[in-house]
């Protein structure tokens, strides 16, 4: 089960800032989940492999030839702080 | 045998990006970003805009294999590709589409010239990923009040070569990055010379202790010297008492050091799991056809050369080190006497062209051909040849012009004889000198026929000249 | 509620901007709150545009919603989301490509849980949709504001995405038609992921044939997505009034404990319909469907943690106050995110760390695999299976929104489609104290003609898809 030190560092590995009242308001309920995943250790998967892809698919490609780009207005279109073309943002530490 | 007093053992993951491909790894943006202005080379998959969605650049597998064979490696007939997930303004996704289980290719070795002879050194694994975008600091990164990022070199394709920690000192990592980016561009999927094309990151640990990964790394000088920068940070830390830490240090390049980037993010844990929007690749069968198509590598060139130009080992190594220069050399060794090409391109011209900070572009296979030739038939000598070679290099021309313009052409034996006849007249106290045992004495008897004929006699044929003339 | 048939009519008689701004004005009035952004310049301008070049592709003037997770250029796409608030893409999803390129008219971006991830259309930043059918009640979810719209009379076809029942869901829950594919079958470009090995885009209509004529625009390969297959198909000429020799398979786990007594007789009934008309049906046997909602919600949280990983405020969307960039990161998520997603986000990164990796990932992944293997079972035997869609009919708004778990049991019944990824079908037929009741027919892979097949026989024989909502 989920104590709050493990939630801190859940919340710091998914970078979601968690105020003193969320992780009061969140643990019961994510500890209550995390009781209902606890079905599935009744399955037996003894030498079943996991099925990562659905459909048998293998090998899809594309081949090495241009197909255009955004121009640059359209790539910077949504950012809200830009510089020179490049876009803003906070210092690194 | 390599004592290896300080117990080093030095890693490298050298990425090489595959900027000879038209496209990036996973969408259709073109590759020739260099000169454009920041991100314009981007689409919504490279841009990590919601809903995109990669597909993979079947070439990019080709020189993935490529490498894998060049590196001795084994080629996986199943790979697959993972998400890295971390966080770091370069990274549109939040997440890197790269390899973990299942890499193209791994299990291989390269030799280099170690401290004590041959080294084989380990290749763990050489698989494929994307590039994140690139980072632009106002000064330095602990210092910059922002970060500024454009995205033209996300995703483009990058082949992440690791190897074992088998190098024992900074000068064998150099080596190793040498040989390495020589391999590669062999394999003619990457040109060195653009910028981002080949990227270090370091481990090193000394004495069996915790290693430091150094990161930023953006030259092989600049590896060997963060790599003798940390022996002797890591030594201070075990002399004062300490211990090395693990962590990851950033190089800088300015100042020579490495720098702490310690911080909360050292606990990483990047929950690879197998990206659900690529297939797996079942690439068996691939790897004979590639195989078949690979250029002649380094090391077999280089005992070609030795083999076909009865030219020395240190020679061919010299002569293959660069791709340019071995071609270089061919081109030059068809036409004209081959072991005099050896010298001439090997010792002199790279010579000349180093100090310069040239590479061997700079200068034309036929007129080294025709500087050979005029060697070879005595009509010039060696000093002239160099002449003609810098002033090639520093004013243009052609060998015919400068030879005529500076009258190189070699001055015929009778007027030697007069030279000689003439300052062992002048200078008659060195003559003296030399027949009572000065050996000495007659450099002075050549310098004065080297004088009168304005350097262009032989030097050693006026010395010969001047022994005849006084009888010995 | 009309008909692309009926409508197609009116347009020859009047015009598609006539109606298209007959839908405007319902959607204006009405107090649903099934669209998030209304297009009306640009929809009566394109209706315009059909109209005056006499345009005949198959959805001509054909006015549609479109769930606001799907990619439109230049329309706000929020995914129901504060931390997408204003975000405009600068590229259309392939599905949106083609509509364009047949003609039909997108009317407005629809309401849903926030990144797809609810049942009920509650967590939405914009508010919950209203059930046409009783506006005290849920629509269902997460595809509730498309569903909401068609049963409304405020939009003829609509498009929404199903994970683990989100078309089919609120389908049912508002008794209309929705169709989930197989895997592959609808390009995922443009989709905004939520979990991507699960989703697919899912249509709405009012009748089998109005779905299948939609699904023939939308389907097909799309080479931008690597999970895109290469399959042709018909759709429509599926549609064929006869299950004579149709071979029912009836899941023995999808009935009884938690299902509604309405809801199992009505689906029962609605066999021995399918019965009279010539199918057969006998019990089977689906023995891991236990495992199949624990097994799902791992595998989604565990994708939906990484791909809501590039919503950082930087390129798109929500940006706060600057600190350093990790914290500041970390601030616009907390403050851009809904609980749902928040806890979502959260469950699913602990499901990938290190340590729980194998417990839970790995552990659900297998348990799909027995999934899929009693579903292959299943189809050696039966050519569909029956089944309700939801447990009960639509439950009321806020009455299972703060107990999660009561809110994962109402996927019981849909989830294990989306992990064999095969397709589903649900279509109305019948009535709980006058709140609509779905059935699901589920197919083979790749089997969409005969759960076509069986729908529209089902809805030929009986009227139930031609009640409408009181006052719509």
């Not at chain 3, 999970?227 to 786990?253: C, M, Q, R, W």
């Not at chain 3, 290190?354 to 039966?382: P, S």
Request: charged share 25%; proline share 5%; glycine share 8%.
């Amino acid at each position: 089960m989920i104590g709050k030190k493990d939630l801190e560092h859940i919340g710091w590995l998914a970078r979601i800032e968690l105020s003193e009242e969320d992780k009061e308001k969140y643990t019961p309920k994510l500890n209550s989940v995390l009781d209902y995943f606890s079905e599935l250790d009744k399955a037996e998967t003894e030498g079943v492999e996991p099925t990562y892809h659905i459909l048998p698919m293998n090998n899809i490609f594309r081949d090495d030839v241009p197909t255009g780009s955004l121009s640059q207005e359209e790539a910077l279109s949504n950012s809200p702080k830009i510089h020179d073309g490049f876009i803003k943002a906070p210092r690194m530490m | 045998m390599y004592e290896n007093p300080d117990g080093v053992m030095i890693g490298l993951e050298v990425h090489v990006q595959l900027n000879k491909l038209k496209t990036k790894v996973f969408c259709g943006c073109s590759t020739d970003y260099h000169n454009d202005p920041p991100n314009s080379h981007v689409c919504p998959v490279c841009l990590g805009l919601p809903g995109s969605l990669p597909v993979i650049n079947k070439k990019a597998v080709e020189a993935a294999i490529k490498i894998g064979l060049a590196l001795n490696c084994k080629v996986e007939e199943h790979t697959q590709f993972y998400r890295k997930n971390y966080y770091y303004p370069d990274l549109p996704k939040g997440f890197q589409i790269t390899q973990y289980d299942f890499p193209i290719s791994s299990g291989g070795y390269i030799t280099i010239e170690g401290e004590d002879g041959e080294l084989k050194v380990g290749i763990t694994r050489a698989h494929m990923e994307e590039d994140p975008g690139r980072l632009v600091h106002e000064g330095t990164i602990d210092k910059s009040k922002y970060t500024l990022i454009d995205y033209n070199r996300s995703g483009m394709a990058l082949i992440e070569i690791v190897s074992d920690p088998d190098m024992r000192s900074p000068k064998e990592a150099r080596r190793y990055l040498d040989k390495l980016r020589n391999i590669v561009e062999y394999l003619d999927i990457f040109d060195g010379d653009l910028e981002g094309a080949l990227r270090v990151d370091a481990n090193i640990s000394i004495m069996g202790g915790q290693r430091a990964e150094i990161k930023n790394i953006s030259s092989h000088k600049g590896a060997e010297r963060a790599l003798l920068f940390e022996i002797v940070r890591q030594k201070n830390v075990l002399r004062r008492g300490g211990v090395v830490v693990q962590e990851t240090r950033h190089f800088d390049e300015a100042r020579e050091i490495t720098i702490s980037m310690r911080s909360k993010e050292e606990a990483h844990d990047y929950r690879y799991f197998p990206e659900p929007d690529l297939v797996p690749l079942r690439i068996s069968g691939w790897a004979p056809a590639i195989k078949a198509t690979l250029p002649e590598l380094p090391d077999a060139r280089r005992m070609r050369f030795v083999e076909q130009y009865g030219i020395t080992d240190d020679h061919a190594k010299a002569l293959t080190s660069e791709l340019k220069l071995a071609i270089f050399y061919e081109d030059v060794a068809k036409k004209a006497d081959p072991k005099m090409a050896a010298v001439w391109v090997c010792d002199v011209l790279k010579g000349e062209l180093n100090y310069r900070d040239l590479t061997v572009d700079a200068f034309k296979k036929e007129h080294m051909h025709t500087i050979i030739e005029l060697l070879a038939g005595k009509k010039i000598t060696e000093d002239g040849a160099v002449d003609i070679i810098r002033t090639l290099l520093d004013k243009g021309g052609s060998p015919d012009e400068i030879v005529k313009e500076k009258g190189l052409l070699k001055v015929e034996g009778d007027i030697v004889a007069t030279a000689a006849e003439e300052a062992i007249k002048e200078n008659p106290q060195a003559v003296t000198d030399y027949m009572a045992g000065k050996e000495k004495a007659l450099n002075s008897l050549v310098g004065a026929v080297m004088k009168k004929t304005k350097g262009r006699a032989d030097a050693r044929a006026a010395r010969e000249m001047l022994l005849g003339k006084l009888g010995q | 509620m009309a008909t692309i048939n009926e409508l197609r009519e009116r347009i020859h008689a009047d015009s598609s901007e006539e109606i298209v701004a007959e839908y405007l004005e319902r959607i204006e009035k009405s107090k649903l709150n099934a669209f998030i952004t209304v297009s009306k310049e640009s929809a009566l301008s394109r209706a315009r545009e059909i109209d005056s070049q006499d345009f005949e592709g198959p959805l001509a003037g054909i006015p549609i919603a479109i769930k606001d997770n799907i990619s439109t250029k230049g329309i706000q796409t929020t995914c129901a989301s504060k931390i997408l608030t204003g975000y405009v893409p600068p590229y259309d999803a392939h599905v949106i490509e083609k509509l364009n390129a047949a003609g039909a008219i997108i009317i407005g971006k629809t309401n849903m849980d926030e990144f797809a991830m609810g049942s009920s259309t509650e967590t939405s930043y914009y508010g919950p949709t209203l059930n046409p059918w009783d506006t005290d009640r849920v629509p269902g979810g997460s595809s509730g504001g498309s569903a909401a719209a068609v049963a409304g009379g405020e939009a003829p076809l609509s498009l929404g995405s199903d994970t683990g029942g989100s078309v089919r869901c609120p389908a049912s829950f508002c008794g209309i038609v929705g169709l989930k594919p197989t895997y592959g079958v609808i390009s995922r470009y443009g989709l905004i992921s939520y979990a991507n090995s699960l989703e697919q885009i899912g249509q709405f209509g009012t009748c089998v044939r109005d779905v299948a004529a939609l699904f023939d625009v939308i389907a097909g390969h799309d080479p931008r997505d690597s999970t895109s297959v290469n399959k042709e198909a018909d759709y429509s000429s599926a549609l064929k009034n006869d299950v004579k020799g149709l071979k029912i398979g009836i899941p023995h786990e999808y009935f009884g404990e938690g299902t509604d007594k309405d809801v199992e007789e009505s689906v029962r009934d609605a066999i021995n319909t399918l019965e009279e008309l010539g199918a057969t049906s006998i019990d089977v046997k689906m023995p891991n469907t236990k495992y199949a909602l624990p097994a799902y919600y791992i595998i989604a949280m565990s994708e939906a943690s990484s791909n809501l990983a590039r919503f950082d405020g930087m390129r798109y969307g929500l940006r706060t106050e600057d600190s350093d960039w990790h914290t500041t990161f970390s601030q616009v998520r907390a403050a851009g995110f809904g609980d749902e997603v928040k806890r979502r986000i959260l469950l699913g990164t602990y499901a990938l760390s290190a340590g729980y990796h194998d417990k839970y990932y790995i552990k659900a992944l297998k348990i799909r695999t027995l999934i899929k293997q009693d579903f292959e079972k299943a189809f050696t035997d039966v050519d569909v299976l029956i089944a309700p869609t939801m447990p009960y009919p639509a439950f009321k708004i806020g009455e299972k929104i703060d107990d999660p778990i009561s809110l994962f049991l109402s996927d019981v019944d849909t989830v294990p489609v989306n992990l064999a990824g095969v397709p589903s079908i649900s279509v109305p037929c019948g009535f709980s104290d006058g709140l609509p009741i779905g059935m699901q027919v589920i197919g083979g892979h790749f089997d969409e003609a005969a759960i076509l097949r069986a729908a529209f026989a089902f809805e030929e024989n009986t009227d139930f898809h031609t009640k409408q909502p009181e006052g719509y």
